[in-house]
Each structure stands twice: as C-alpha cells, then as structure tokens.
C-alpha cells in the first residue's frame, strides 16, 4: 500500500474541515476525489502534503509514517502535489520551472536540464521552453504545473483540479496525458470537478462531503449510490448514467 | 518631584498624540495592506507647517490644525494618485521601496528647502501650565491631547456610522469581495490614504510646540508609531489606541526612572520582541504576518 | 577526428560560459589594469570605492535579490565588520585580517538571527525587524564607550603593511578591491548555476510552490541571509581599514543600508554584475554632484538623496529589472525587431514573403 491514510482529521477554530478520513492508494492506482465546494478536498491534499499538520490519525507513505513532516521533506520522499490555483515561477522560463522540479532528485544542474527537457517534450512544452511563466496562458500554466511536479520523480502525484478553466481541446491533452502517465506506473490521486472527465478516468473513486468520507468504489458504484446522489451528483446526472 | 498622578496624566495625554499618529498608519494598512514607511515624513511636513505658519504670520499651531486637515488630505490624495495607486497591487518589495524612496525624497527635499537646522516653535499657550487630576500639566499638551483625541475619536465615528466608512472597512475585509460588490476600490483607497496622511499632519502641527523641528524628524515618531502599530496589531484600530496609552507610558515612566538615553533601545527591542514572538500584536489576528494580499 | 570535434565542443561550451561574463570580466579587468596606467590619487580612490560599493551591494544581493528577503538593515552586518577592524585595532592592536573572521563569525550569528525572524516574518514586517536591529545596534555602539568611544567614533591607528591590511598608497588597494569584487561576483555566478542556486530562485518566485517540489525554503533562506552577512561584514572591515575611521552614526545607519538596496535595485536585482553597475552610477552621480554643489552641506546631501528617492520610486516601479538590464532589453530586442523587419523586406522583394 503506497498511501494510507488513517482517521485523518483536521480542524481549523471550530470549525471541522477532515473527518475521520481513510484512504488507501496502491502502486499505479488511480484513484479520484470528488465531492462539493467545501467538502475538503484541497484540504485534504494540504494535508497529505504536509502543508497542513494533520489534528488526528494518521498518514503512511511507503510504509513511513508521514504525519505532520514537513512538505519538502514528503515531496522528496516521492509524494508530489499540484496547486488548485496553479504557482508558475513567474519570472523562470518553462525549463527552468521544470529544471528545479527535477532537482529533487538530481544533484547536477546539466543532469536535471536534460531530465526536464524529456519531460517538456513529453508534456509537449516544447515550444514553450523559454517563455516565462508568468506569459503563459492558464492552459499552458495548468500543463506547466504537471510537468513541473512529474519532474521531482515521484512515485505518487496529487493532481489538484488540473482540467477546470481549459478548453476542450487543451482537457483532451491533459487526459492523454493523465494516462500516459498512469500506463507509465505512476500512483495518482485526482481531485476533480467535472464528473464527464473523472469517471471514466478513475479506477476508484472517492466522494467527500462535509469533510467525510461519503462513499467510495468504483464510478459506476459511486454514481449509482443514493447518498452521493442527494448530497452532490443530482438526479439528471444518475439518470444520464443509467 | 514627580507623582505618579504626574507620570500618569503625562502618559495619557502623550498617548493621545501618539494615537493620532498611529491611526493613520494602521488605517492605510488595514485597508490598502501597504505599509507606509513615508509616514512620519509627512508628520515632519505637519510640524514644518506649525512652524512657518507661526513664524511668518504669528498664526497659533493650534489653529493652524483647521488648514492642515484638509490641506494634508489633498496631499494625500494628491500622492495616492501619483504614487500609491500604482503599487497597490504589486509584491511586497516594490511597495516597501517605493514608500521608502518616497520618504527619502520628501527627507531631502525639507533638507534643501529648510536646511537641517533645528526650528521651535513657542506659540505663547506652550508656557502655561494647568492643573489637571492633581498633576501640573503643560497648557499645550493638554490642547494637543484634546484635538488629538477629537479627531481621533471623528475618524471613530466615521468608520463606524458612515456609508462611506463601512465601505472601508468592507474593503479591508475582503477587497475582492469588495470590488465585486461595486465598490469603487480605487476610490475607497485614495480616500483612506489621505484620511491617513490627514491625521498624521496635524499631529504634526501639535507636536511642534513640543520638539525641535528638522527634516528627519519623523523617523522618531514614525519609530514609535510603527511600535504602536504592530503592539495593537497592524489594522487594528483600537489596538493602536491602546498600544499607544502603553508606548506612552513606556516613554514617560521609562523617562523618569532609567533617562533618555536608553530609550530608543527600548522602542527597538520591544518591536523587536513583539516582532519575534506575537507578530499579529496583542490584538490582531494570528498568522496576519504570514498572509500576504 | 572525433576527438578534435570534442575538443572544439568543450572549448565551444567554456568560451560560451565565458562570453556571458564579459561586461564583468571589462569592468574588473580595466579595474585592474587602472593602477598601472592611472596615477591620480582622486581617481583611483573613485574606483575603489566603485569596487567596494559593488561588493557591498553584491552582498546584499544574495539576500536581497537572489533569495527576496528583502532587508533594510544589512548595515547592522556592515557595523560590525567595521567596529570588530576598530575595536580590535584599539583596545588589542590586533591585525585586521585576524580582526575580519572575528567580526564574520559575528554577523553571521546576528544573520542567523535574521535569518530565523525571515522564516516568521513576510515583507514589510521581516523589513521593519531588520530595520530594528540595525538601529539597536546603533544605539549600542554610540553608548558603549568603553568599548566603542561612543558617539565620537573611532580613528583607526594607521599602521602600513599587508599584514596590517593598511596601505600607505593607492594601487595595493585598488588590486584588493579587484579581488573583493571578483569574489562577489563568484558567488552570484554560483548562485546563478548551481543546485542551490536554482532552488533559492525557486523559493524567492513562490515558497510554497518550492516546497511541494522538495525544497526545503527555510534552510535556503537562512543559509543565503547568513552568507550575505558574512560578505557584508568582511567588506565593512576592508572598508574600515580603507577610510581609517569608525563612526557608529554611519556604519549603523538607515541610510547605509538603503544604499545597498538602492544600487543593487538599479543596476539589475538578482544579477551578478547589476549592483556593480549601480555601483558605478551612483558613485559617479555622487562625484559630480559633489563638484557642482561644493557650496552649502546641506544643500549637497539633500540633492542627491532626492535623486536617490526619486530613483528608487521609479526603478522599483517601472524598470523592475534594473535601469542596465531593461535598457539592454529595450536596445536588444530594437535591434532584432530592426533584423525582422530587413528580412522581411528581403523576402518581400524576392517575392517569397
């Protein structure tokens, strides 16, 4: 088991963001986050991360117990995240962005230049390489931010609502992406909004809501199920699964 | 011989000053999270004020207080336009530079005009001395406290009862929330700032009569401001009433019992200290240092 | 034949790392060669102060520029360079090479200090600290006189001979701030290809961006706070030794230390040879402001820190990459929009457009 979270709980004053979590992802699964505005999705990911301390339970990485390590200290362990509201280097070209992802693992600046010029081409930014961040559009900043977070090698990638705000032609990309990189062996953890999108990726999926875990299982299991459907998915969409 | 009642009131009527000079800075941070480090150039401007108007036409400081707030207000507005509104959304270092060079400007710019001499002002209330609370107190502090504490209390009023005061401090709040709700955001800064500059003139034309004027004189008070400031929390308003009573007190008990020579020490590392360990100031919000805008 | 091809390749690769530096390798190197062909005194001086500045404000760089900790206070690391030459010199007649790591090992901890408070502080805040403390400094050393002679300052007893770090002539000095500044200068190329370095920028762009990518920031940020303080407070002893007297109401001051903010900012933040071009104008400004305004003292020091204000508010606002590199920028990018438009009317008139 790559990633155990165990009754994992956080609260900020009084108010309750995490309840009693667990999760489970295993090597080269993919497994989805969905749930409402609210319910504690990035929440969670901050917490997995290591960017928020988590107030009970706990988190093991690789059979480490991670709970509460500093952020730096997990993403070199090999769990690597994304920003919901994406944070380019603004004032770094593509390949430098990149480069310093892939210093995580590589101890030599030319070593880690080429890492990242294999993953720019692979994220086809190759025409990009030297335009700075701050010049890219969102689709591109979105794309950016993977490639920058595949850079680090990691064993498992939080992907924190990379599709919302692109265009359907720039979403087709980061799916073939997605699963190019999922078919490579890597474990991914998706936090998703659009349901069209996160379905038929997922292997499994697992639904929040009110900082609980509302239902997990397969997508087909998950959209049919009543709870979720009165908490979130809504009828029209059940009944366009049926 | 000083009483405790002596020190007391003396401390009082000190912070009240120290009140009005801190309040604008509080408020321009609250509302605009940019912290003027230009500040106390424009009380330098106040007390420069104070002293022409006394030397060339006999004008009493205290009456020149009705020429300077509204005179600083249109200063304010006048540098929000030129300068401030450009930066209000631009990262931390090119504001701080920016209020920084801003004050080095306006310090130089007294120095050419007004040399670096010492100036005083003794209008003919600064000589008397009343009794008060048992104290014997200086005529012109008492006045001094009074205004200071009049238009403190107004600005009070007006964040608090107004239309317009309540749309400030929405946009403290939130400014984007602000914005969406049609608040002109640009306007409900410029107006900020100059409140801010207004309030910090004319303390400037009431502390003249009690301290030597010359073209770096702000850096003294604007020292203690920021102290007082970040005491009560950057923002907050009452906090800086009340941090100021304690600087206040600080300064003139500190005075009395270990001399002036240590004190600016002290201002320092009780910034510092505050700075180390409760960086929101007794009253602010923990963790405000760390949240950028 | 491949081998040959190799060696082309790696001689390629080194004069292209080279040629980056030229505008450093003309400056130091005119630096240089200036002793041997100038012999005015005043001149010399200039340059050496030139190459001091640029070091001091390269210094600042590393925490200023390259890490974004933004500090006002960097004379407190300059003071104690400075006073350790004195104090030494004084009370120990001690040498001011042995004197240098004394005051190094000093400011390096009161860096670690500030390096610490970084961590806990965000901009105007962590400013405003550093602010303090190289005001409490002041303080300390203009009421200490046991120790410091207080207010009055200290005249450093002039004692010639490279042991000493004293120099009865100019040209020692001017080879001395040649290797400074080289010196400097290295570590903001370091800084600019090394792991360390890339991350550093990764931190100074977006900490917590740095930090999902494994970086650990608050080491980074310490480490480049402590180094910066380090090279500031070597500087001050040279630079003690070079002016000969210690003044806690100069070496401590606000103003000091915005000078080496103000030339870093325009000559470009965040480069290597930036705050030695900002060095050099500034300088050069405050010379010849100081010849056409001989008369008035106060009239002197208003006028240019007027222009020094006035600069700073524009620079920060509308040349944010330094005054040198947005105007290289602008020349550049003029002429390849000059190249453009010829291959353009090239083609046009071959018809191939």
């Known amino acids: 088991m790559l990633l155990e979270l165990t009754s994992v709980s956080k609260r900020f004053g009084g108010l309750t963001a995490l309840r009693d979590v667990d999760l489970q992802v295993d090597e080269n699964e993919l497994v989805g986050i969905i749930g409402p505005n609210g319910a504690g999705k990035t929440t969670l990911f901050n ?140 474990a991914l953890l998706v936090i998703e909004h659009i349901m069209a999108v996160i379905m038929p990726l997922s292997q499994r999926v697992v639904v929040l809501h009110h900082g609980e875990k509302l239902a997990e299982g397969p997508p087909a299991a998950v959209a049919a199920d009543r709870r979720v459907i009165d908490a979130y998915l809504g009828e029209e969409f059940a009944v366009a699964e049926a | 011989m000083a009483t405790i009642s002596q020190l007391l009131v003396a401390s009082v009527l000190l912070g009240g000053v120290y009140a009005l000079v801190s309040i604008g800075l509080t408020l321009i941070f609250g509302v605009m999270r940019v912290v003027n480090f230009a500040h106390g150039e424009f009380l330098m401007l106040g007390m420069y004020l104070a002293f022409w108007g006394f030397t060339l036409w006999g004008v009493d400081p205290y009456l020149a207080v009705v020429v300077a707030l509204p005179g600083f207000f249109l200063l304010g507005g006048i540098t929000y336009l030129v300068v401030m509104r450009g930066i209000i959304s631009s990262s931390h270092s ?25 100036r005083f002002v003794r209008p003919p209330l600064a000589e008397v001395t009343v009794r008060v609370a048992g104290a014997s107190v200086n005529l012109a502090a008492l006045i001094a406290f009074g205004v200071a504490m009049a238009c403190t209390l107004a600005l009070f009023a007006f964040l608090r009862w107004t239309h317009v005061g309540m749309v400030m401090r929405a946009t403290a709040q939130d400014r984007e929330a602000a914005t969406l709700m049609g608040i002109n955001t640009d306007l409900v800064h410029g107006l900020t700032f100059a409140l801010g ?30 102290v007082v400031v970040i005491l009560g929390g950057l923002g907050d308003m009452v906090g800086a009433l009340i941090g100021s009573l304690i600087v206040a007190a600080v300064e003139v008990f500190g005075s009395y019992l270990i001399g002036t020579a240590w004190r600016e020490v002290l201002y320092f590392l009780i910034l510092l200290a505050v700075l180390m360990f409760r960086p929101a100031g007794l009253f602010g919000q923990r963790g405000a240092e760390n949240l950028g805008t | 034949m491949n081998r040959l091809l190799q060696l082309s390749t790696q001689h390629s690769a080194l004069s292209t790392r080279l040629r980056r530096h030229w505008p450093a390798i003309v400056l130091f190197g005119i630096a240089a060669l200036a002793p041997t062909f100038v012999r005015d005194a005043y001149l010399l001086d200039t340059l050496v102060l030139i190459l001091l500045w640029g070091a001091l404000a390269g210094a600042w760089n590393v925490a200023g520029g390259y890490a974004g900790q933004v500090s006002l206070g960097h004379a407190a690391f300059f003071g104690l360079g400075a006073y350790a030459a004195a104090v030494t010199a004084i009370h120990w007649e001690l040498s001011a090479w042995l004197a240098m790591p004394l005051g190094a090992a000093l400011a390096t901890l009161v860096g ?55 120099f009865a002539t100019k040209q020692p000095w001017v080879y001395l701030a040649v290797l400074f500044a080289v010196l400097v200068y290295a570590v903001a190329v370091y800084l600019e290809s090394s792991r360390f370095g890339y991350q550093l920028a990764g931190v100074r762009e977006d900490e917590n961006a740095a930090e999902a990518l494994g970086i650990d920031s608050r080491r980074l940020k310490v480490i480049a706070i402590a180094v910066s303080a380090f090279l500031t407070s070597i500087l001050g002893t040279v630079w003690a030794q070079y002016v000969g007297f210690v003044d806690p109401n100069y070496v401590f001051s606000f103003d000091l230390s915005i000078k080496f903010a103000l030339m870093t900012i325009i000559g470009g933040i965040a480069t290597g040879i930036g705050p030695f071009l900002g060095a050099l104008l500034i300088t050069l400004l405050e010379a010849y402001l100081r010849a056409s305004f001989s008369g008035g003292p106060a009239g002197q020091s208003g006028i240019y820190l007027v222009i020094y204000g006035v600069a700073l508010m524009l620079v920060v606002r509308f040349l944010p990459r330094g005054l040198v590199l947005e105007l290289a920028d602008r020349f550049r990018w003029r002429r390849r929009a000059r190249r453009a438009e010829a291959q353009e009317g090239e083609q046009v008139a071959a018809g191939t457009h």
């Open chain 3, 112 to 166: 670690l200090l500030i390096g610490y408070l970084s961590n806990r502080l965000r901009g105007p805040y962590f400013a405003l600290a550093t602010i303090g403390l190289s005001q409490v400094l002041l303080i300390v050393a203009s009421r200490w006189r046991e120790l410091t002679r207080g207010g009055e300052g200290i005249p450093i007893p002039f004692r010639p001979g490279f042991e000493n770090l004293a």
């Open chain 2, 197 to 226: 500059i207004a309030c910090v003139g004319v303390a400037g034309v009431l502390l003249a009569p009690r301290y030597p004027v010359y073209p770096t004189a702000g850096l003294q008070f604007i020292l203690i401001a920021f």
């Open chain 1, 47 to 186: 917490v997995i991360s290591g960017f928020y301390r988590p107030d009970g339970g706990a988190i093991r990485f690789d059979g480490q117990d991670i709970s509460g390590h500093p952020a730096h200290a997990i993403a070199r362990l090999g769990l690597c995240r994304t920003f919901q509201l994406v944070k380019p280097f603004g004032n770094l070209s593509v390949l430098q962005n990149v480069t310093i992802g892939a210093l995580n693992r590589e101890r030599r600046v030319e070593r880690a230049r080429t890492v990242a010029e294999e993953i720019i081409e692979r994220c086809r930014l190759g025409p990009f390489r030297d335009v700075p961040g701050k010049s890219l559009p969102i689709g591109l900043r979105k794309r950016l931010e993977v490639a920058r977070a595949l850079a680090t090698q990691p064993r498992l990638l939080l992907l924190d609502e990379v599709m919302s705000g692109l265009n359907p032609t720039e979403l087709h990309e980061m799916l073939d992406l997605i699963r190019e990189l999922h078919a490579g062996g890597l």
């Open chain 2, 94 to 118: 090119v504001q701080i530079f920016t209020t920084v060079g801003l004050s080095i400007a306006l310090q130089s710019v007294a120095l050419l005009a007004w040399t670096s001499d010492f």
